[in-house]
């Protein structure tokens, strides 16, 4: 039975996966779950730091090293996975590459992305981290995505909060 939005057994493999040995095993299994249940290509995962930054905790291969590097650690407000964050709303751009919006940081075109979602991940009424992912070609994303990438969210947020200790990123 899915509870909590997420679609077909997603939900279930996104707890396995979380309890699949180490921490950054574990995000890396359920994040490759969530992008496989999207059908994308890349993905992120961060969590919110006691110093108000998300630090990258999983991400899919194929990300620029560059942007990978930039990736590892983000001012709130900043970037698609801040203002995620910052908003505590789904940011959402049908193609990264022709985006004018200012959002996305121009380096995060050199991933080849078309589609963008990236989701705050909350627990209660804090948030605790941000969830996203890409697609190659350009992709109208719709309230259906954003509420499906939100619900897989919520099925991470403990995860991410028994995680979360005052001072560590």
Same mark, same amino acid.
């Not at 200012?102 to 992305?113: E, F, I, K």
């Given at each position: 039975?899915?509870?909590?939005?997420?679609?077909?057994?997603?939900?279930?493999?996104?707890?396995?996966?979380?309890?699949?040995?180490?921490?950054?095993?574990?995000?890396?299994?359920?994040?490759?779950?969530?992008?496989?249940?999207?059908?994308?290509?890349?993905?992120t995962?961060?969590?919110?730091?006691?110093?108000?930054?998300?630090?990258?905790?999983?991400?899919?291969?194929?990300?620029?090293?560059?942007?990978?590097?930039?990736?590892?650690?983000?001012?709130?407000?900043?970037?698609?996975?801040?203002?995620?964050?910052?908003?505590?709303?789904?940011?959402?751009?049908?193609?990264?590459?022709?985006?004018?919006?200012?959002? !996305?940081?121009?380096? #995060? /075109?050199?991933?080849? +992305? &078309?589609?963008? @979602?990236?989701?705050p991940?909350?627990?209660? *009424? =804090?948030v605790?981290?941000?969830?996203?992912?890409?697609?190659?070609?350009?992709?109208?994303?719709? !309230?259906?995505?954003? #509420? /499906?990438?939100?619900? +897989? &969210?919520?099925? @991470?947020?403990?995860?991410?909060r028994?995680? *979360? =200790?005052?001072?560590?990123?």
């Amino acid at each position: 039975m899915v509870t909590s939005g997420v679609p077909d057994d997603s939900e279930r493999r996104i707890r396995e996966a979380l309890g699949s040995g180490t921490d950054t095993a574990g995000f890396a299994a359920a994040l490759r779950v969530v992008q496989e249940a999207f059908a994308a290509e890349l993905g992120t995962l961060h969590r919110l730091g006691a110093d108000d930054h998300l630090h990258l905790v999983a991400a899919s291969p194929g990300i620029p090293a560059p942007v990978l590097a930039a990736s590892r650690r983000i001012p709130l407000g900043k970037g698609i996975a801040g203002a995620a964050a910052k908003t505590a709303q789904p940011v959402t751009l049908c193609n990264l590459q022709t985006d004018t919006s200012g959002v !996305a940081q121009p380096g #995060a /075109r050199a991933t080849g +992305a &078309g589609g963008a @979602l990236c989701v705050p991940i909350v627990d209660g *009424d =804090r948030v605790v981290g941000t969830l996203g992912v890409g697609w190659k070609r350009e992709r109208a994303i719709s !309230a259906d995505d954003s #509420a /499906r990438l939100l619900a +897989a &969210g919520r099925v @991470l947020a403990p995860a991410l909060r028994r995680r *979360d =200790r005052p001072g560590s990123p």
